[in-house]
């Protein structure tokens, strides 16, 4: 299965996590390994298709593509922004720019589903010992 | 009623659009003019409230914020679509980056809502006589 | 099919319309007649569950039930708030309300939603010849 | 800070809290003070915008401001309806009043929404002791 | 109230329930008996009208309309999915069936929301011992 | 690029289409192909991914695959529903089929994207020549 797609979704799925290693070459990503049981091709779809192709497309950094995903997610309200928030900073996106990207979307989503998102942010960037700096008031 | 932030939000939308003007200071922006019959303080929120406060924000760029309006847009399907991704060019946003931030969309928000916003980002870019340079297969 | 609940139901239907008349007893409503081709038992559900249970409840009056219904088309998008809209001037909600109802929605489901909103209840008032009385700025 | 929009806004979230004091001047409102470390101003347009003028707009009544949230909240399943069920009862919503809005949705969002809100609203009665006159079968 | 379509809802209720028995008519479907305090005719409305006439339609047989009904489910990203991958094995959906069709939305919900129903079919598929007979790939 | 899984998922869309010949091998099937300016991978998207593997999976027949994209659809409210009730009937889904999971989300989703729905089966239907054989009421 280790085709040049894989192999190529693989290595950008790389760049988004911290911990990959040769045991685990997906790092913390979630690329569904977890639905082996049920649905064992899932994680092929995630790597391939969702890493191999889109993720790996050109016209946009990395950190505007993990920006247009944390916005979407936001809309939606899915948990998976946690992940997000998580591949953001490893791609050098700021914290700033994460929380500045999660406010700004207050007159588009409304409150709600941005208050949901800030707490998500506040928790990752407590386990990442990370700080935002605020100079704005 | 042009007090501080009016002024701060006038300001602010004249960064987004191409043809404002001393009679027409919001240019091509829809800040709910329209709507001075049965709603006239619904202008002052869009200026005041989501120009002079939110994009005025430091923390994103304006190419980022428009980036991440149009990513929540895609996640809603909403028609206001094509007013940001007219904002997004006159900012200076690259057609590639505003295609390559909606197909960037498919993995999280499926493909009908890309293609609906495809859909308008082709409109726009012809009406402002825009060409994607595309090399990627 | 002139059972209790369609009785009932329709009764209650009329209170929400305008033009009702024994030839036309749902009067402008929408109560899927359109669909007797595909799906013949269509208005039956909307007449005997929508209205005949529904609607019948008590706990809230008509106005509140219209709001209640308007506030919910607004954060769905959905094109049938504009029935509702109608529905809601001729329980008698003023048109201060249904403005004040959905402009009161900006903080919870974004611009986007509300002007869309606003769009049609300007297009309501003015086929039925109804001014909002503004005096607030 | 304290300018007089915020002021204004403060004053008129205590009409929607039950416990409000000098010291916590919002009482159980979260107006997002939990994010003074990420996002220092979301207090502010949360007291200023949300409060200071969009619920302090004419119009509407509190108890219809809450009824109209508390609906938009059902459609989109988010959260924050606990607390907007909160709010109801305090500005004086009977318990018949927010379940009647919560159950008169199901026709335009569907059962589980309802069931989802309906279990927030079951538990936010069981804490402040309120029962439901029930007379309906 | 044990009427016609109430009588009709419960004998369908108990095809697509394991448990039900003389005590417990519906099983281990919620029909809405946990809110008789708060709104004692919520089970009646999911008797009589949503089993009582809408799964009591013709034109699909049980198996699809559980697959019809998981769809939407994952496509809002309601909870309630739980309950109804269980009535489809009951019905006989294969568990490849119900991953199947969950995977099958990838391209029009994305994957956030096909991932969130996977897990809640891999518990479900846990706790009713049923395997899924993977061969493809 | 017609690589094995582009051939495989040309293949598979045959299938839903009717008019497909060498000339147009994706017969009336929207692959993305008007995007051949702005976004020219995306058919590869849509013909190698979509249709090369989501489509091609075992565990659902076609009919049930078509159902389940349709039911998806009626919940998000996207327009792409026409393009799959066309290929419902070209799987040989009955009109009653189509109708019948339409109807059957009412519970799940609500009245409006029902009718919503059903305003486009009708017209598909209508286009095609096809009849719904009633019997119910």
Redo the contacts between chains.
Sequence with gaps: ?ANDRYQKGIKKIQEFTLTHSAENPAGEM?I?E??K??????S???VE??FG???S????NNK??V???I??????????IELHINSGLTVGLK???I???????????????V??A??V??KV?EERGV??T????
């Design positions: 299965m979630d569904g977890g639905f049981d049920i649905a064992p091709e899932l092929k779809y995630v298709f969702a192709e889109i993720y497309r050109p016209g946009l505007q593509k920006l247009t995903t916005s979407a997610l936001v809309a939606q309200g899915t948990p998976q914290p700033e720019e929380v500045g990207c999660i406010v700004h979307l207050i007159p588009y989503t409304g409150f709600p589903r208050l949901n800030l707490k942010a506040q960037f700080f935002v605020t100079s704005d008031d």
